[in-house]
T-cell receptor
């Protein structure tokens, strides 16, 4: 079945760039997502990328997709303390029709002031 | 942007009580909504897919009679935890996707359920 893997922890200094990595196994993945979860809250959609794209940039966020290696990354430029949260990588195979998401376990980003 | 409202945000009740959680899409119509359960420091576990006007599709291991799902309109799905027990205590999150073309899932803020 589908599997999404990501490292569990990342610690960066305020102002530095953060890079959160994710790998997935389903070659049928058509959309890949990054969600942010703050303590006690739901998931906030940060960005997503279609599988025929290599890169997507949205303000401080840059998503890179290497489809050959099934590797997805999220770069946060000028990381702020407000970026401290858990970041979930997720994928879906829209061709399957169910639009169900397969999540990674989440990466806890800690920003050091 | 797309907004999903989940209510209540927190429930504390006695064992044996049934608890209803609502999930509403505020500015779009959602043919499909999803219900997740999240354990502390864990990822989201899909419980069921809620389809407007038809029966929900439950994931393996999720008791249909325990977790009743109703999706009576294009903007509202409800999850009822029947005869709740302490082991049902968890964080429940819903999501919805706009039925217009392809759209990502948008999540509610979650419901913290505590059964005493």
């Amino acid at each position: 079945g589908e599997d999404v893997e990501q490292s569990l922890f990342l610690s960066v200094r305020e102002g530095d760039s953060s890079v959160i990595n994710c790998t997935y196994t389903d070659s049928s993945s058509t959309y890949l997502y990054w969600y942010k979860q703050e303590p006690g809250a739901g998931l906030q959609l940060l960005t997503y990328i279609f599988s025929n794209m290599d890169m997507k940039q949205d303000q401080r966020l840059t998503v890179l997709l290497n489809k050959k290696d099934k590797h997805l990354s999220l770069r946060i430029a000028d990381t702020q303390t407000g970026d401290s949260a858990i970041y979930f990588c997720a994928e879906t195979d829209s061709g399957a029709g169910s639009y169900q998401l397969t999540f990674g376990k989440g990466t806890k980003l800690s920003v050091i002031p | 942007g797309a907004v999903v409202s989940q209510h209540p945000s927190r429930v504390i009740c006695k064992s044996g009580t049934s608890v209803k959680i609502e999930c509403r899409s505020l500015d779009f119509q959602a043919t499909t909504m999803f219900w997740y359960r999240q354990f502390p420091k864990k990822s989201l576990m899909l419980m069921a897919t809620s389809n407007e006007g038809s029966k929900a599709t439950y994931e393996q291991g999720v008791e249909k009679d325990k977790f009743l799902i109703n999706h009576a309109s294009l903007t509202l799905s409800t999850l009822t935890v029947t005869s709740a027990h302490p082991e049902d205590s968890s964080f429940y999150i819903c999501s919805a996707r706009d039925r217009q073309g392809w759209q990502p899932q948008h999540f509610g803020d979650g419901t913290r359920l505590s059964i005493l």
